[in-house]
């Protein structure tokens, strides 16, 4: 594990509302353990289906929960997290610590190797993180390395993180997110990202699996990489696939016809009620951070400020009367079946210092009120209906995306005080878009590690992820002050202070809080330990 100096701490949550997964049977049973790293691995490979996709395989490119499931099985990371525990433990790293206040100390492990054969060490790290920053892609994770200032390797062994906020109790914990995975400076260019296929060819891979064949959001082919000497250990089953699908029910008619093993993200509610009761299949429960909310674009919302008719009160007015109008309990229960729950805050519940601050200052006690809606738009000079573009994705975030925004329409323009023109549009093409294309705009976030932080930063300070014009120095500056503050009382406030803040802002929209989706057999081993609060899924702790 990571050394824990100068009274740093690791803060990690456990979240109460579950993931789901289904395990049906595929094959014949192995004796396998289906822990990773723990006897022979099996023969019979596993195949797990998803409606996610890739967007790119070159981890400067992408922050989304398909493309982050296929890292995790292929990259080395400085710092990983064993399945069952959210906790960061040491991967490339022997060790990890504070050696002064503001620089953390990684010592790697000698001799390791890419899968090509190609030395992986200290210059492999400090290129990746600097190709992060140089890069800086609006659909890349580099937003999460704020608060690195530089990173050093004085030798091949050795990497130096210089941070501008002392003592960050988070920085561990970014080191084994989205931005963390570790790439091969002999094939990634540091300045552009690298085609998906190129990549393969190279076999620049250093993670538990290497991949055999890709054809992209299609079928990924894996097999296990033995040059690898992280904390997974070596996977339980030597061989694995992931296959995609571009509607949810051919997934649920695969499960339980047996075609695939495991199946995760994403199923209908009415689907996981359906194959819950069939013999040959099992229900497995998990932690879960998932968030889904509206992106509002400050540029181009209505009265935006690179709007003909810009004005920063009235489009504050805008988003508040939207926050009075939404009915999260209806969609919660009306859409997913409570599988979701209403969420009144950026921060879900369950994470130290999570509060509700929009349950006290929008609609009435959570619920809708249309009156404080029309005088927060009638104060602002606002005339009514507001056109307001509105965009989902019915592919990325399941199936129920459609109803779940049918129903916000409807809710923003029941009292005539909205007009929404929604649409909607695939993933691929989306989530290049929503930056300069979408005035307001679905998206859902999966935590990247199990700290309040991770609700913030990424949202909220000034480079953030959203890319939606959000500038608040006084926000910013927060949010880099608790990053550094080891006293929990004293950083559990901050973090309750934040959320005030931005409540008030209102550059997003929280909806919902709620669990993530996935389906296998029952004769397949360790599917609980892939459902753990370090809000990953790995291949290689599954068994038949």
Known sequence: MASKKNGM???AAVIGISAIALTGCTGPSSTDSGDGGSGEASSAPITLGTTDKVTSLDPAASYDNGSFMVMNQIYPFVLNSEPGSPDPSNDMAESAEYTTPTEFTVKLKPGLKWANGNDLDSKDVKFSFDRQLKIADPNGPSSLLGNMESVEAPDATTVVFKLKVAEDQTFPQVLTSPVGPVVDDEVF?????????EIVDAKAFGGQYIIDSYNKNNLISFAANEAYQGVLGAPANSKAAIKYYADANNLKLEVQQGKIDVAWRSLTPTDIDDLGKEENLAVHKGPGGELRYIVFNFDSMPFGAKTDDADEAKSLAVRQAAAHLVDRQAIATNVYKDTYTPAYSYVPQGFTGAIEPLKDMYGTDGKPDAAKAKKALEDAGVTTPVKLALQYNPDHYGPNSGDEYALVEKQLEADGLFDVDLKSTEWVTYQKQRVTDYPAYQLGWFPDYSDADNYLSPFFATENFLSNGY??????????????????????ASIEELQKMVAEDLSTLPLLQGSQVAVAGKDVQGVEKTLDASFKFRLGVLSK
């Open 9 to 11: 701490r690791l803060a």
């Open 189 to 197: 260019p540091a300045d552009k990202v690298l085609d998906d296929q």
């Open 471 to 492: 500038d608040n120095k006084e926000v910013d500056s927060l949010i880099s002050e608790q990053r550094g503050q080891s006293d929990v009382a004293e950083r559990t």
